[in-house]
T-cell receptor, first 113, second 114 residues
Framework: SQKIEQNSEALNIQEGKTATLTCNYT??????LQWYRQDPGRGPVFLLL?????KEKRKERLKVTFDTTLKQSLFHITASQPADSATYLC????????????FGQGTTLQVKP | NAGVTQTPKFQVLKTGQSMTLQCAQD?????MSWYRQDPGMGLRLIHY???????DQGEVPNGYNVSRSTTEDFPLRLLSAAPSQTSVYFC?????????????FGSGTRLTVV
């Protein structure tokens, strides 16, 4: 069956370090993958999108990689700050050209000062 | 631009009652979706629409109906509420031609069924 997995355990890191979050998927062939940030009590907010033919995408302190052979995406936050503390969700389209997105369960990041 | 507006923000229903969760967007987006979010389960797709008059089922459609009579509105109807439908519901929209820019989410409706 189709599955998207993110590390369910919270990631705790020290301010200034690089946070790396993982998204693995099985039985999908997505055209693109997206990352969202969600704060408690709020809706998800779009951060980055990477297409299947792109290896890496950057936006300010954020970097996303996409390995379609490993079926994995890595999400990096460099020089992390306490304000980066949130839950991060990855989402795949199902390549049906309907815009339908399937989400992972999210990983909570806690950045300590 | 208001973005995606969901109403109400909070709702308590009794088992068996029906209600409609409202969702409206003012960005002329063609794609709209409804998700529910439960602890440890992530966001699960209930129903989605690729344009006015076109809807389809997602991963967990049972007990819910949708319609899309206009581009702007995508209401979600609970036919006969059950405690298992206690959840946080999110509506989201995206531009079809530019879906590469991601979905815009509403602030959610927290529903409790007793």
């Amino acid at each position: 069956s189709q599955k998207i997995e993110q590390n369910s355990e919270a990631l705790n890191i020290q301010e200034g370090k690089t946070a790396t979050l993982t998204c693995n998927y099985t039985n999908y062939s997505p055209a693109y993958l997206q990352w969202y940030r969600q704060d408690p009590g709020r809706g998800p907010v779009f951060l980055l999108l990477i297409r299947e033919n792109e290896k890496e995408k950057r936006k300010e302190r954020l970097k996303v990689t996409f390995d379609t052979t490993l079926k994995q995406s890595l999400f990096h936050i460099t020089a992390s700050q306490p304000a980066d503390s949130a839950t991060y969700l990855c989402a795949l389209d199902d390549n049906s050209n309907t815009g339908k997105l399937i989400f992972g369960q999210g990983t909570t990041l806690q950045v300590k000062p | 631009n208001a973005g995606v507006t969901q109403t109400p923000k909070f709702q308590v229903l009794k088992t068996g009652q029906s209600m409609t969760l409202q969702c409206a967007q003012d960005m002329n987006h063609e794609y709209m979706s409804w998700y529910r979010q439960d602890p440890g389960m992530g966001l699960r797709l209930i129903h989605y629409s690729v344009g006015a008059g076109i809807t389809d089922q997602g991963e967990v459609p049972n007990g819910y109906n949708v319609s899309r009579s206009t581009t702007e509105d995508f209401p979600l109807r609970l036919l006969s509420a059950a405690p298992s439908q206690t959840s946080v519901y999110f509506c989201a929209s995206s531009d079809r031609g530019r879906n590469r820019y991601g979905y815009t989410f509403g602030s959610g409706t927290r529903l409790t069924v007793v």
